[in-house]
C-alpha cells in the first residue's frame, strides 16, 4: 500500500535582513544657541542676580566746589535670574528587547544587565538634552521666562514700526528694520546677533538671494557652519534656534548681554546608564542646573510676534 506524505507550507514572508546595519539614532534639530551667550558656572542658588551699574557724567562749567553727591549719579541696579533644576528619567528593561531583533546581541541566559547599543542611544539622548536646553533658552520652563518672554516690548525692548511676519518678499527689509532698532550705544559691537526659527531662517536665506545681496555660488562665503548667516552691510549674524520652531518671533541684539547659567559645565551634556537590581532594569538618568537672564533687555529689538 503506497503511502504519501501531505505537508502544507504556508507562504513565506519576504526576508528582512534586520542584522547587518547598525543601530543609528534618529534625527535631532541641534542648534547651540548657549555657544554665543554669556556662559556662567558654578551657580548654585535658585536664584542670582545681574549687578549692573550707570554712571552720569555731569558736565558744566568750570567752578569751584559744586561737587554732585554719588547717589546723583551713579545708579545701582540688579537683574533677577532664576536658575532651574532639570532632570531626564527612563527605565529601559532588556527582557523587552527579545521580540525584537536586538535580542541577537544579547546573552542567552536571563540576566542582562546591558542594552544592546548603548553607545548609540547615548548619542541619541544627548542630541535631545542639547534640543531641550535649547528649548530652555527661548521659552523657558513652568513659570520660568525664556529669551522669548524676556526680550519683548513690554520689557523695554524696541519693536520697528510694520513689524510682520517674514517672507522672502520682505524679509531683507524686516531684518534690517530689527538691525535699525538695536540701541547705538551697542550697535557696534562685535557679538550683535539675529535670532530666529529655522523655517525663518531658510526664509532669510531664499531673500537674501532674490535681492541679490547674496548670490547662490558666494552664499557659502557669509555662512558659518549650518545655522548662522552674516547678514550683508552689517555686523550682525543671524542664528536659527530649534526653540523656535513654529513660531514668528525674532529677536537681535548683543549675546553676550545674555547670561546663562548653570550648576557644572560638564552637567549640560554628561548622564548615565545603571543597571537596578532591585528593578532588574537599566536605568538612564540626566540631570542639570540651567537658567537665562537679559542684562538690559532696552538695548534689544524684537518683532514680538507670537
Same mark, same amino acid.
Given at each position: 500500500?503506497?503511502?504519501?506524505?501531505?505537508?502544507?507550507?504556508?507562504?513565506?514572508?519576504?526576508?528582512?535582513?534586520?542584522?547587518?546595519?547598525?543601530?543609528?539614532?534618529?534625527?535631532?534639530?541641534?542648534?547651540?544657541?548657549?555657544?554665543?551667550?554669556?556662559?556662567?558656572?558654578?551657580?548654585?542658588?535658585?536664584?542670582?542676580?545681574?549687578?549692573?551699574?550707570?554712571?552720569?557724567?555731569?558736565?558744566?562749567?568750570?567752578?569751584?566746589?559744586?561737587?554732585?553727591?554719588?547717589?546723583?549719579?551713579?545708579?545701582?541696579?540688579?537683574?533677577?535670574?532664576?536658575?532651574?533644576?532639570?532632570?531626564?528619567?527612563?527605565?529601559?528593561?532588556?527582557?523587552?528587547?527579545?521580540?525584537?531583533?536586538?535580542?541577537?546581541?544579547?546573552?542567552?541566559?536571563?540576566?542582562?544587565?546591558?542594552?544592546?547599543?548603548?553607545?548609540?542611544?547615548?548619542?541619541?539622548?544627548?542630541?535631545?538634552?542639547?534640543?531641550?536646553?535649547?528649548?530652555? @533658552?527661548?521659552?523657558?520652563?513652568? #513659570?520660568?521666562? =525664556?529669551?522669548?518672554?524676556? +526680550?519683548? &516690548? %513690554?520689557? $523695554?525692548?524696541?519693536?520697528?514700526?510694520?513689524?510682520?511676519?517674514?517672507?522672502?518678499?520682505?524679509?531683507?527689509?524686516?531684518?534690517?528694520?530689527?538691525?535699525?532698532?538695536?540701541?547705538?550705544?551697542?550697535?557696534?559691537?562685535?557679538?550683535?546677533?539675529?535670532?530666529?526659527?529655522?523655517?525663518?531662517?531658510?526664509?532669510?536665506?531664499?531673500?537674501?538671494?532674490?535681492?541679490?545681496?547674496?548670490?547662490?555660488?558666494?552664499?557659502?562665503?557669509?555662512?558659518?557652519?549650518?545655522?548662522?548667516?552674516?547678514?550683508?552691510?552689517?555686523?550682525?549674524?543671524?542664528?536659527?534656534?530649534?526653540? @523656535?520652531?513654529?513660531?514668528?518671533? #525674532?529677536?537681535? =541684539?548683543?549675546?553676550?548681554? +545674555?547670561? &546663562? %547659567?548653570? $550648576?557644572?559645565?560638564?552637567?549640560?551634556?554628561?548622564?548615565?546608564?545603571?543597571?537596578?537590581?532591585?528593578?532588574?532594569?537599566?536605568?538612564?538618568?540626566?540631570?542639570?542646573?540651567?537658567?537665562?537672564?537679559?542684562?538690559?533687555?532696552?538695548?534689544?529689538?524684537?518683532?514680538?510676534?507670537?
Amino acid at each position: 500500500m503506497a503511502t504519501g506524505f501531505n505537508i502544507q507550507i504556508p507562504p513565506l514572508t519576504a526576508y528582512t535582513d534586520e542584522l547587518s546595519m547598525s543601530l543609528i539614532s534618529k534625527s535631532v534639530l541641534d542648534t547651540n544657541l548657549l555657544q554665543y551667550t554669556e556662559l556662567r558656572t558654578g551657580m548654585t542658588s535658585g536664584t542670582f542676580t545681574i549687578n549692573l551699574v550707570d554712571a552720569d557724567l555731569p558736565v558744566s562749567a568750570l567752578s569751584c566746589g559744586g561737587y554732585p553727591g554719588a547717589e546723583e549719579t551713579v545708579t545701582y541696579s540688579q537683574v533677577p535670574v532664576t536658575i532651574d533644576s532639570l532632570q531626564s528619567k527612563t527605565t529601559l528593561c532588556p527582557e523587552d528587547l527579545r521580540t525584537i531583533y536586538q535580542s541577537y546581541y544579547m546573552s542567552a541566559g536571563t540576566g542582562n544587565d546591558f542594552i544592546p547599543f548603548e553607545e548609540v542611544l547615548s548619542e541619541s539622548y544627548s542630541k535631545k538634552l542639547t534640543k531641550a536646553t535649547e528649548d530652555y @533658552l527661548i521659552n523657558g520652563f513652568g #513659570a520660568t521666562l =525664556g529669551l522669548k518672554g524676556q +526680550i519683548t &516690548a %513690554a520689557n $523695554g525692548a524696541t519693536v520697528p514700526a510694520g513689524a510682520a511676519a517674514w517672507t522672502v518678499s520682505n524679509v531683507v527689509e524686516q531684518v534690517l528694520d530689527l538691525y535699525d532698532s538695536i540701541d547705538e550705544s551697542v550697535i557696534n559691537r562685535d557679538d550683535i546677533i539675529l535670532v530666529c526659527s529655522p523655517a525663518n531662517y531658510r526664509t532669510l536665506v531664499r531673500g537674501l538671494v532674490a535681492a541679490g545681496l547674496n548670490t547662490v555660488s558666494n552664499l557659502s562665503a557669509s555662512v558659518s557652519g549650518n545655522e548662522v548667516i552674516e547678514i550683508p552691510g552689517t555686523n550682525m549674524k543671524a542664528v536659527m534656534s530649534s526653540g @523656535l520652531v513654529g513660531s514668528n518671533y #525674532a529677536f537681535a =541684539g548683543p549675546s553676550k548681554m +545674555i547670561i &546663562a %547659567a548653570t $550648576g557644572l559645565m560638564d552637567e549640560l551634556d554628561s548622564f548615565r546608564f545603571q543597571y537596578s537590581v532591585s528593578q532588574d532594569a537599566v536605568l538612564f538618568k540626566a540631570a542639570w542646573r540651567i537658567g537665562v537672564g537679559v542684562s538690559e533687555v532696552n538695548v534689544f529689538a524684537t518683532n514680538d510676534l507670537a
